[in-house]
């Protein structure tokens, strides 16, 4: 009698499991400035291994051609995260727009400045990009944004040279091989695809922190996460969730070979070339944080750097703790 008992009560409880509707989940909207670039893997990564919805987050990825693009989304409220790059909260903050980065994916740009094959060994160097055409992913870009800098830096006016949107990928393959630009800031895979087939070499490389430091000056922590401040303060619960998911990512990524990340992302993603997939992401490995901080001093080293070019920033005071957050990344940290 015992056991039948046992085995009503345990039917029972299974057909209420059963029957029981599945958790909602927390539905939210984020934009990434190229969702098929290595600097913004963890976005789709974090997704193809689950652990959105370990967080109990229903999240839908959009694409975006530019950062540009994607901010504009955000300030829309299209979406409520951007996946872009941190020098954005501090241009949009000198114009009165307060954005915030609450996880850094990145702890140097991880971009490349790409110049044509045959006229390499010029224009290599800043210097000379005097009169030429310079391809960026979009004006107002952080790649306008570094193309300047690095511009600045060799003594350039921005009246010097002529910035040419072209994209990333095939679009700025063609523009390049057409002679649109004949230098141009990316990054992967289209730099190893570049490269590979004769169209460009490496100018400058901004994938490593070191590489980054001797090229601008200074730290410049790039791909991060970034909400609207006031959105932001008003949902923390669900803020803490999504800064969960990428942190998670990041260590998974840390602890885990460039054929493996490989492996877990969408086949498209590597343009049918798998190996070069893999390429980039050996050189670039050192772009990523493995714990998602905003490096110490690095906001301030970013700073700096706009302000040798930007006009935006002329006479305006900006408020450096108000575009990034460590309340969440802390809390992550301590829990995975």
């Given at each position: 009698?015992?056991?039948?008992?046992?085995?009503?009560?345990?039917?029972v409880?299974?057909?209420?499991?059963?029957?029981?509707?599945?958790?909602?989940?927390?539905?939210i909207?984020?934009?990434?400035?190229?969702?098929?670039?290595?600097i913004?893997?963890?976005?789709?990564?974090?997704?193809?291994?689950?652990f959105?919805k370990?967080?109990?987050?229903?999240?839908?990825?959009?694409?975006?051609?530019?950062?540009?693009?994607?901010?504009?989304?955000?300030?829309?409220?299209?979406?409520?995260?951007?996946?872009g790059?941190?020098?954005?909260?501090?241009d949009?903050?000198?114009?009165?727009?307060?954005?915030?980065?609450v996880?850094?994916?990145?702890?140097?740009?991880?971009?490349?400045v790409?110049?044509?094959?045959?006229?390499?060994?010029?224009?290599k160097?800043?210097?000379?990009?005097?009169?030429?055409?310079?391809g960026?992913?979009?004006?107002?870009?952080?790649?306008?944004?570094?193309?300047?800098?690095?511009?600045?830096?060799?003594?350039?006016?921005?009246?010097?040279?002529?910035?040419?949107?072209?994209?990333?990928?095939?679009?700025f393959?063609?523009?390049?091989?057409?002679?649109?630009?004949?230098?141009g800031m990316t990054?992967?895979?289209?730099v190893a695809?570049?490269?590979?087939n004769?169209?460009?070499?490496?100018?400058?490389?901004?994938?490593?922190?070191?590489?980054?430091?001797?090229?601008?000056?200074?730290?410049y922590?790039?791909?991060?996460?970034?909400?609207d401040?006031?959105?932001?303060?008003?949902?923390?619960?669900?803020?803490?969730?999504?800064?969960?998911?990428?942190?998670?990512?990041?260590k998974?990524m840390?602890?885990?070979?460039?054929?493996?990340?490989?492996a877990q992302?969408?086949?498209?993603y590597?343009?049918?070339?798998?190996?070069l997939?893999?390429?980039?992401?050996?050189?670039?490995?050192?772009q990523?944080?493995?714990?998602?901080?905003?490096?110490?001093?690095?906001?301030?080293?970013?700073?700096?750097?706009?302000?040798?070019?930007?006009?935006?920033?002329?006479?305006?005071?900006?408020?450096l703790?108000k575009?990034?957050?460590?309340?969440?990344?802390?809390?992550?940290?301590?829990?995975?």
């Amino acid at each position: 009698m015992r056991k039948f008992f046992a085995a009503a009560i345990a039917a029972v409880s299974l057909a209420a499991a059963l029957a029981a509707p599945a958790a909602a989940q927390t539905p939210i909207k984020i934009m990434v400035g190229g969702i098929d670039k290595q600097i913004y893997l963890p976005a789709k990564l974090a997704a193809q291994l689950g652990f959105f919805k370990e967080q109990g987050l229903d999240v839908e990825l959009f694409n975006s051609t530019s950062g540009s693009q994607a901010a504009t989304a955000l300030l829309a409220r299209e979406v409520q995260g951007v996946v872009g790059f941190y020098d954005h909260t501090i241009d949009l903050q000198s114009k009165g727009k307060f954005i915030t980065s609450v996880v850094q994916f990145a702890v140097a740009p991880g971009e490349v400045v790409l110049v044509k094959a045959a006229d390499a060994d010029r224009l290599k160097d800043p210097a000379n990009w005097k009169g030429q055409a310079l391809g960026v992913t979009g004006l107002g870009s952080a790649t306008d944004f570094l193309t300047r800098a690095l511009a600045a830096k060799a003594g350039l006016k921005m009246q010097d040279y002529t910035l040419v949107p072209v994209g990333a990928g095939d679009t700025f393959l063609a523009s390049m091989q057409q002679g649109k630009i004949v230098s141009g800031m990316t990054t992967e895979p289209t730099v190893a695809r570049a490269v590979k087939n004769g169209t460009a070499k490496v100018g400058i490389d901004l994938r490593t922190p070191e590489s980054t430091r001797a090229a601008l000056g200074g730290d410049y922590p790039a791909a991060c996460l970034y909400m609207d401040r006031a959105w932001m303060e008003a949902n923390k619960e669900t803020a803490q969730k999504v800064v969960n998911a990428f942190v998670k990512t990041l260590k998974w990524m840390n602890s885990h070979s460039p054929e493996e990340i490989a492996a877990q992302m969408p086949k498209d993603y590597y343009a049918g070339e798998l190996d070069l997939y893999v390429q980039g992401l050996k050189e670039g490995k050192p772009q990523y944080s493995v714990d998602g901080m905003m490096p110490a001093g690095a906001p301030e080293s970013v700073l700096s750097v706009l302000n040798s070019f930007s006009p935006n920033l002329k006479g305006k005071t900006i408020d450096l703790a108000k575009t990034y957050t460590t309340d969440f990344v802390v809390k992550a940290n301590a829990t995975n």
